[in-house]
């Protein structure tokens, strides 16, 4: 049976959200693998090699006894799992929501392999360095500098909201103004 650690410390937990993710109804996981040390030098004591869990339950999915009753299932779950898990240097937090309380154990073992295997499979070459391919990450969300939704980046923000009557697909800025035919207008009687 293979031994798998806990992670214990804050900064341990925030280190592995910022790896990679699995979701679903039940569970979420973040997972990042640790740097291989071969020397072993800046290793600190007291951490063990291979897999390390972490769990977070918050005041969320319910009060003290249910939280508590999760985590003694996720638990359980792992020691159910723990042959099957893949043995990799990991440090994995798992995020357990409120549908977990009252899951089958064993879609709850199942939920817990698959999502140990997402969250510790190494980065291919592909996805290993975006720098190296020539191509950007891609961003999520609008941040800084992106232009609100709704308006399209030539188009100036006036101080009032609107935008300035941009040219889109060869029309002048006069066609922006007038309205565009109602969807519906050949569904009925005209009175004309």
């Given at each position: 049976m293979s031994t798998i650690g806990r992670l214990l410390r804050r900064a341990e937990f925030l280190a592995a959200a910022g790896g990679r993710r699995f979701?679903?109804?039940?569970i979420s996981a973040q997972g990042l693998i640790r740097a291989d040390d071969s020397s072993g030098a800046d290793k600190p004591e007291g951490v063990p090699d291979g897999l390390r869990l972490g769990f977070t339950i918050t005041k969320r999915v319910g009060h003290a006894t249910e939280r508590n009753r999760i985590r003694r299932r996720l638990r359980a779950a792992v020691a159910e799992a723990a042959n099957d898990l893949p043995a990799r240097n990991a440090d994995v937090v798992?995020?357990?929501r409120r549908p977990a309380l009252h899951a089958p154990f064993d879609t709850l073992v199942e939920d817990l392999r698959r999502a140990v295997a997402v969250v510790t499979k190494p980065q291919t070459a592909k996805h290993a360095n975006?720098?190296?391919?020539?191509?950007?990450?891609?961003?999520r969300g609008r941040g800084k500098g992106a232009p609100a939704s709704g308006a399209s980046a030539a188009a100036p923000v006036r101080a009032s909201g609107a935008t300035a009557?941009?040219?889109?697909?060869?029309r002048g800025p006069d066609s922006a103004r007038t309205p565009s035919p109602?969807?519906?207008?050949g569904d009925g009687p005209t009175d004309g």
């Open positions: 979701h679903n109804e039940r798992l995020v357990a975006p720098a190296e391919s020539g191509r950007t990450p891609s961003r009557p941009t040219t889109l697909s060869g109602l969807s519906n207008a």
